[in-house]
Each structure stands twice: as C-alpha cells, then as structure tokens.
C-alpha cells in the first residue's frame, strides 16, 4: 500500500494475486484515521466493485440507442433533451475523454449491457430517476429537424455515428414532439434509418431501459442505392441507404461499364461507410450513354445488394422547355391523404421532354421568395422522370422512381408560388406559377395528394393542363403521371389590359403566357400620334410585355392600343377579332365618389369563393394599387388587405371584381367577364349574414362603406348561397339598405366583372311621388324584378310611412313606418313579396304614402303600381 504522491486523500493497494474479469468483489477498510484522530465512520467500511480489464472499443461497441430532440409538449418524460447511450458489448469502457459531437465526456465506467442517459448539467436532476446519468456542462442543443450525431473515442476513433432526421420518427404526430427516437436492434451492426422509429411508450420514451420498440429479428433488409453522381469525366460517386461492407465496396470488379470504360479503383467513402468513389479510364464522352453493372456489394450485414443497372451519360446543356416540372408535392398531409399514401415529405418531378440527354449540373431552381438551389451533376435521359427532393428525404422517395438530393430544398407553399429553373449559363427552362385551384378538387386540395401536368407537350398550359393525381397512393413521383393525355393547346390568346406605368411605358397583359420572340416582333398600333420605341416581353411567364413610347402621353387623355402578330407559346395567334385591343390612359386621383362598391357575394355555395367587385363612376383612369378593403371587427374597422402592390388601372365605366381565386368564380358563374376577375392572395372574412365592406383608397382614406346584411336579398329566394347583392344604382347612397338586391336568376345569381343585372338608370322622379316601373315582375330574371318607389321632396326630415294595399283595400304590405327621411331625394323598393313573405298575387295594387312634417302636418299620396307576370 502506498499514499498517492501530492493526493494524501488517496491511496493505491497492489494486491498478491490478478482479479477475475467481471467478477465483483467487496473491500472492507478499517480502523484508518484523519490526520486529526478521528476514526473512519462507520468502522469499518465497504465498498462493492467488478473488475474489468482495459479494452480497445470497435464500432458500435457502445451504440446511439435513443434520442430526445424535441421534448416538447411533453408527454410523459421531462421536457429536457438528453442521448442514451448502451453498451451492446460484454466489455467495460471508461468513458472519460470521449466526445459527442463536440461535447466532452467526463470519467464514467460503463459496464456490458447498461444504459446511459446523457444530458444537459442542469437536467441531471430531472432524469436520475429513469437510470444512470451523466451530465455535460458543454452540451450542444439537438435540432428538431435532425442533425448529425457522432460518438468518438478518447483517441478519436469513430465508435457510432448518424444523421437523424423528421422521417425517422415514422408518425407525423410524434414527430412535432414529446417523443423519443429509439433502435429498433442494438445489435445491427449497419447504421440505418430502417433500424430507427419513434417511441411507441406511453411516457413519449424509455431512458436509461430497454426500447419499447426494441426487436432483436436479425437485419435482412437487403441496401439500396440512394444516388449516384458524375464528379468529373473520370469520377463517378454511390450513395448508398445504409453502412456498407467496405472490402465489397472496394472490389473493382463489381462494377462493370459498357462502351469501354473500365473501373480503376474503388475507394469507400464517409466514416460510416455509405458511399464510394469510383474512379475509370478513359474519359467519359459527351452524347454517349453508358451503362453501369453492379454485382456482389454487401451492407455490413451481409445483405447482397440486388444486381443493378445504371444509366449515365455526360449530357447537354439544356434549352428553354427541354426541362419541365410535372408534379408538385406541395403539401404531403391532410384529411384526405390517402392510405396507404405517400412519404410525408415536399418533392418536385422532373421530366426531360427532348430526344437529347441534358445535365443537370449547375442548373438552378428557383422558388418566389427568389432563393436559388443549385442541382448537382446529374445527367437526364430523353423521357425520363426525376424526383428532386431534400438529401434526407431520398430514402423514403427512393421505391418510387430514382431521385436527386439536394442539400437545402424550397419549402413549397400549400396555396401556391412561382417555381423556376435555369440552366448553368442562367437561361430560363420552364416557370410556372402554381395554385391550389390547380386541383379541380377541394378534398384533394387539402393535402396528400400531387398536382400533376396533364400534357408535357403542352407546358404553358397553366392551370388548363393540371390537375390534382388520381393514382391510389396520392401521386406518381419519378413515373408518368396518373392523368397524362394529349391535351393540345388550340384555344387563341387574347389581350386583357393596357396599363399606363408612366407617360412613356405602358404594360399589356394577357390571358396566358406568351412567346417571347413573337412579342418582339408584333405589331402595335396607338391612337394619338404615338409610336412604340422599345418591345420589353416581362420573364419568366411572358403574360405582359411592356411597351415604350414616344412622345409622351397626355393627363387626361384616352388612347388606344391594338395588336396583331403574337402567339402563345403553343403558336396559337392572338384573337384578333375580339381580344386584341385595349384602351389606356394616365392614372389620375381618385374623388370621393370616383370608385364604388358595386356588388358583393358573402356567401358562396359549399366549396366557393366570396368577391367583391368594385365600378369607376368617373371619367378618369383610377389606379387600385395599394387600395385596400377590410371589415370590422369588435365595432372597429380591421383586417385591412392589400388589393393589389401592382399597378391596376380601372378604366371609366369599367368593373373589377376582387377574389381569391378567380377560376373557382368562373366555374361557378360561367358568364364571369374573366378580363376583369382580379386575383388577390385573400381578402377580409365576410360572414354569411351580416358585416361591413370598407374599401379604402392608396391615401388611407375611406372611400366606401356597405353595411350588408342577408336580410336584403329578395325575399322569396329560398337559397341564398351563391347569390350576389348587386347595386342598384350608383347615384344612390350605398349605405342604404333599398339600393341593394339580389341577382336575378337569369344570369346565374352574379355578375362577376361586367354590368349589374339589377341596375337602373338615372333617377328623374315626375312629381313628389313616383313609380318605377309601373309594371314589375318579380321573377328574378333581372328585367324589371322590382319597382322603386321615389321620392322628391323640398327638403328632408320628414317622417314617411308606405302601405300597399290590393284592390279590396286589404294592406299587403307594410313597407315603412315612421321613416326619418334625411335626404329629399330618394327611393324605397318592393319586392313584390307580402308581410309574410309570399310573392303578391298578379294585378293591381295602391301605393300608400303618408309624410309627417316635424310641425304636424301631413300630406297623403296614392299611386298605382301592377304586379305583372311573365308568360
């Protein structure tokens, strides 16, 4: 026995014979004494310990054996991260010195077969109870999305490594919380997200035990080849799903190429073994396919790797449209993902629609919010389909079709966005702007299922050539689509609008994406004198092309500007019969009574979409950019939302009507006039009874103010879905409650975009008291549906009451009573229904009219109006 030199609190004792390895003993110590006197206490003491002899660790001696990422909401657990390790050897390791992921491990001897809980130092408290834990005051905060996990040796050397991921949990539920990722087989010498899934413990995880999903079945699932990419004209890389076995990888042998080439060397890359480099002489050619044969590779557990072919090539440059987009997974869960369905994961498809095999390398897609990806080497044959994902999601899309990883990948927005892709040399290949219209199905639109291109020969065909998949599992990624067939554009485009951007720059727009070469070289004739100096098509959709001029225009003038000689990318030539000229004119500002609120629709049928549609009373072109409309909210003007951050002249006596998705009105009102359906990414909420349409100007000012209420739709309409309150007379206070009713029948219960069906003309009242018409019908077929009974008086405040009553004197209706009249000029409206609601039997009936002056006089006026009848 001898004292420690410079530790007089320690001491070493050498014993006569070897301990056995993992046999415990018991030391006994007594009698010993401070250097004060005092006796040990007790006395004497014991202390229990195993022996076991120092050991070398190998790889997954001690395994990564669960993972707590994102303990929160808890379920069960403390809502702390932590990583268990396990011991899955029969030796001991002292653990001092190793690293995990950059964090240091202090002194720790973990024997065969245990558990340990790693964790924050200050968590050490909140998991002692579940089991051995040791803290580590330098602990690096796990992703929730998933991040590399490596566990490395006092000496460096790799003893278990992973990159964990969202997929890894198996269930979209667990994955936003709360739960543990756990092995599935400690045992399984290959490090792979199969051997991986979410804890299935009622307590979210089981730290410091066995995993509740544990399963010691013996690894039999056969590797897969996850991507393969051309790094050089004699270098090819593997990527495999899982821990290979490296003497296969680096046989070359195993690999055997068509048209001359011959493998080199093989070397095996990565820590864990997933991937290899191929190098081979001579160089690979440009235009030539080759054909890659690969036999006898083995994962670590001996799985043989099914023979496989590849195809690879160095290609071409690609062109505008030679690459397309042709599915979109935009939003992979939902209440009508089907099942079983596909991965929960966002990925776009590729398709190569020329006869040339094109590279991908360098090209670059680009999402709306204009962040660039750039795509890796990869070369595309003629006809072929390619995912393109996120590098973690390869693995699950890999059954499906062959994919490409990349290492940040756009997060693809539900409603839609612009998507574009260029080719190294930064020419633009195909754009689209999607939408969640593009579904022509509501249930599908809310999730697990793909919007697929219909027609590939057809790519400017927007929303007329997609639609949501009909394949069983919600899409057909890396194949050909579900619902492909010819669907030929034939249809001639037309010209919607001109806007005036300046005095010397005005913008035509389209209804489709044109080509741009043919905008170019079109024709374009002005009115006033003026000649276009410079043709600027707008990229990427080439919907607009911007035209300048010289001289310059003049305020308050109208000009005009037709167009011949465009086509639409499918070669269609513009109509230019009816759609191929538009007038324009300087925007000037707007008066106080220069834009109104011409109709509204509130409450759409099931699956519809509310519009607000606006008309220009005045004489002057009126920009709506940076106008807005908003609702009221507890008693106060709110949710103010942007019409348009774009310029949006409305011509005199024009109409626009604002939606969120113009198709959905369209379908739903086939007479729309599509020119003037205003798209916008949404708008106030308008409830289906009563509420408050503001519409503010790009002052802030207020222009408009309609208190709507269901109560004005005409009476005798037994279902009020889907009909509109239209405006019956733009010189009339739109406040006011008789200035509104419902669209007639006749025209589908809307008019989206042109005149109201329920519009009148100027009021001319001839007398204090008129009737107009005389004769109404109130069938709702927009001709003459009601009548209005006007008034002219000298001044207001007056107290009016209207009876109607039938040819027997019985009142049918009461239609005020006491009303304070505080204009002396107005109308009020009969519908034609009675007092109890019912539609008034044909013939003739009295107007009754009493006005009460505030000094008591009263003055009494009668006047005939007929109920009439169409036959």
């Known amino acids: 026995m001898e004292v420690v030199a410079g530790q007089a609190n320690q001491t070493r004792l050498t014993f006569a014979s070897n301990f056995l390895e993992g046999t415990p003993y018991t030391l006994a110590v007594s009698n010993v004494q401070d250097l004060a006197g005092n006796v040990l206490n007790p006395n004497p003491s014991t202390a229990n310990f195993t022996y076991f002899a120092p050991v070398v660790p190998f790889f997954r001696a001690v395994v990564i054996n669960e993972i707590m990422a994102d303990p929160s909401p808890s379920v069960g657990l403390p809502d702390t991260e932590f990583i268990e390790l396990y011991n899955a050897s029969t030796s001991a390791f002292e653990l001092g010195g190793w690293q995990l992921t950059g964090a240091s491990l202090p002194a720790y001897t973990l024997p065969p077969g245990d558990y340990l809980i790693l964790c924050p130092s200050a968590s050490v408290g909140l998991l002692s109870s579940f089991g051995s834990v040791l803290g580590l005051a330098n602990w690096n905060t796990l992703t929730n999305t998933g991040e590399e996990i490596r566990l490395l040796d006092n000496t460096g050397q790799l003893i278990d490594g992973l990159t964990y991921n969202l997929n890894w949990y198996r269930d979209a539920a667990k994955d936003e919380g709360g739960y543990t990722l756990e092995q599935i087989n400690a045992a399984f010498p290959c490090t792979s997200e199969s051997n991986w899934r979410a804890a299935i413990s009622p307590l979210g995880g089981t730290p410091g035990t066995v995993n509740s999903v544990l399963d010691n079945s013996p690894d039999t699932s056969p590797p897969a080849i996850l991507s393969f990419t051309l790094l050089s004209t004699n270098q090819l890389q593997l990527t495999f799903n899982e821990t290979m076995d490296a003497g296969s990888l680096s046989e070359a042998g195993n690999y055997l190429f068509d048209n001359g080439l011959v493998v080199s060397q093989a070397q095996p890359e990565g820590e864990l073994g997933q991937a290899v480099m191929l190098s081979f002489v001579p160089e690979i050619q440009i235009g030539i396919n080759y054909t890659l044969q690969i036999n006898n590779l083995r994962d670590c557990s001996g799985n043989l790797l099914p023979s496989a072919r590849l195809n690879l090539a160095r290609g071409e440059s690609p062109a505008f449209h030679e690459i397309l987009i042709t599915e979109i997974m935009a939003d992979p869960s939902g209440n009508a993902k089907p099942l079983p369905g596909l991965p929960e994961v966002e990925w776009l498809e590729l398709h190569n629609r020329s006869n040339r095999v094109l590279d991908l390398q360098n090209c670059v897609l680009r999402d709306e919010s204009e962040t660039i990806y750039t795509l890796p080497q990869r070369a595309i044959f003629p006809g072929e389909y390619l995912i393109l994902c996120k590098d973690e999601n390869l693995n699950i899309l890999q059954p499906f079709g062959p994919g490409l990883g990349l290492a940040a990948f756009p997060d693809l927005t539900n409603a839609g966005e612009l998507l574009q892709l260029f080719n190294a040399s930064g020419a633009l290949l195909f754009a689209l702007r999607y939408s969640d219209d593009w579904y022509q199905n509501t249930a599908k639109a809310d999730g697990g299922w793909t919007l697929e291109m ?32 010819s669907r030929p554009d034939l249809t001639k485009p037309q010209l919607w609008r001109a806007d005036a951007l300046s005095p010397t720059l005005i913008q035509l727009s389209f209804n489709e994406p044109m080509e741009a070469t043919s905008l170019l070289n079109a024709t374009y004739a002005l009115s006033g004198g003026r000649a276009v100096t410079e043709v600027i098509p707008e990229s990427p959709l080439f919907k607009r092309v911007l035209l300048r001029l010289a001289p310059p225009l003049e305020p308050e003038e109208i000009y005009s500007v037709q167009v011949s000689g465009p086509t ?50 005045s004489d002057k072109f009126i920009n709506l950019q940076n106008w807005k409309l908003a609702n009221r909210s507890n008693g106060i003007l709110a949710n103010q939302t942007l019409i348009t951050n774009e310029a949006y002249l409305l011509a005199p006596g024009q109409y626009v009507a604002i939606t969120t998705s113009a198709q959905n009105v369209q379908e739903n009102y086939p007479q729309a006039r599509v020119a003037a359906l205003l798209e916008v990414s949404s708008l106030p909420g308008y409830s289906d009874d009563e509420g408050t349409v503001f519409l503010i100007n790009d002052q802030n000012q207020l222009r408009e103010q309609f208190d709507y209420d269901e109560d004005f739709h005409f009476e005798l309409i037994d279902d009020e879905e889907g009909v509109s309150l239209e405006r019956i007379d733009f010189q009339a206070a739109t406040n006011f409650s008789d200035n509104w009713q419902s669209a007639a029948a006749t025209v589908g219960f809307a008019t989206p975009g042109y005149a109201n069906s329920q519009r009148v003309g100027i009021f001319s009242p001839q007398g204090s008291i008129s009737i107009e018409p005389p004769i109404f019908t109130p069938d709702q077929d927009g001709q003459d549906d009601f009548t209005r009974i006007k008034y002219q008086l000298d001044r207001g405040g007056y107290l009016m009451d209207i009876r109607i009553f039938d040819r027997q004197g019985r009142e049918v209706k009461q239609l005020l009573n006491r009303q304070f009249l505080g204009i002396e000029a107005g109308f009020f409206v009969w519908d034609g229904s009675d007092n109890n609601g019912n539609l008034a039997r044909m013939g003739y009936y009295l107007v009754w009219v009493r006005l009460l002056s505030a000094d008591g006089q009263e003055q009494i006026y009668k006047e005939k109006v007929v109920v009439g009848k169409r036959f």
Do not use: H, K, M
């Open 568 to 617: 639409d990318c499918s070669a269609n030539l513009l109509d230019e019969v009816d759609f191929n000229q538009a007038d324009f004119g300087l925007a000037q500002a707007d008066d106080s009574l220069d834009i109104l609120l011409s109709e509204l629709l509130f409450n759409p049928r099931p699956g519809g979409d509310d519009f607000v549609e606006l008309y220009n009373a």
């Open 454 to 485: 219909i027609d590939p020969q057809n790519p400017c065909g927007a929303q007329n050539n997609w639609r949501a998949s009909e394949n069983a599992q919600g899409g057909t990624p890396g194949q050909v689509n579900s619902i492909a067939e």
